[in-house]
């Protein structure tokens, strides 16, 4: 079974802090992505990346970067946390982008900017 | 753009009664259409997917959903509900390369 892994369950970080959220996934997959949920708004795209080094802006990347320098590794950044920041955050590995490819993932990290 | 609109928020079913989770997509070409199923303090799992084969796809738990390119719609049914299925359902399509979610639909379940 492909796993993905977040590193941490919960987070409670100050304002302006930098935050590192991690996400590891054991399958060998090219395409990796980073969402933020809150209540009533779904999943939002803040980065993916779909090779090692590289990635591009999802629908909401402000505040945000990310770091893929291996393949089995995708970082999410928080420059300077601030309490909008506040969410759930989902990582999810897959294997391609063509049809019918299944997304798999993480438990998530539930961030709280205090 | 929104690429994709789940119509309830919430939907509340008595147990053993039809349930009908409502989605609506939009796609310039032939999508790829998903449902995730997540519940409390769990992930997401893939419920069924739809890849341009059959428009009427079955997943697990007993959950279909029927794609209709004229309607373009994708709503996911299931004939009796389980106490079990109370969870937050989404809609997903990909487009240019991306996982779109939906806001998702609350289903709650009824004794």
């Known amino acids: 079974d492909v796993k993905v892994t977040q590193s941490s369950r919960y987070l409670v970080k100050r304002t302006g802090e930098k935050v590192f959220l991690e996400c590891v996934q054991d399958m060998d997959h090219e395409n990796m992505f980073w969402y933020r949920q809150d209540p009533g708004l779904g999943l939002r795209l803040i980065y993916f990346s779909y090779d090692v080094k590289m990635k591009e802006k999802g629908d909401i990347p402000e505040g945000y970067s990310v770091s893929r320098e291996k393949k089995e590794r995708f970082s999410l950044i928080l420059e300077s946390a601030s309490t909008n920041q506040t969410s759930m955050y989902l990582c999810?590995?897959?294997?391609?982008?063509?049809?019918?490819?299944?997304?798999?993932f993480g438990q998530g990290t539930r961030l709280t900017v205090v | 753009a929104q690429s994709v609109t789940q119509l309830d928020s919430h939907v509340s079913v008595s147990e053993g009664t039809p349930v009908l989770l409502r989605c609506n997509y939009s796609s310039s070409y032939s999508p790829s259409l998903f449902w995730y199923v997540q519940h409390p303090n769990k992930g997401l799992q893939l419920l069924l997917k739809?890849?341009?084969?059959?428009?009427l796809v079955k997943g697990i738990n007993g959950f279909e959903a029927e794609f209709k390119k004229s309607e373009t719609s994708f709503h996911l049914t299931k004939p009796s509900a389980h106490m079990s299925d109370a969870a937050e359902y989404f809609c997903?399509?990909?487009?240019?390369?991306?996982?779109?979610f939906g806001s998702g639909t609350k289903l709650n379940v009824k004794p």
């Open positions: 999810a590995s897959i294997l391609d982008l063509g049809q019918g490819t299944e997304a798999f």
């Open positions: 997903v399509v990909i487009n240019f390369n991306k996982f779109y």
């Open positions: 739809y890849t341009s084969a059959a428009t």
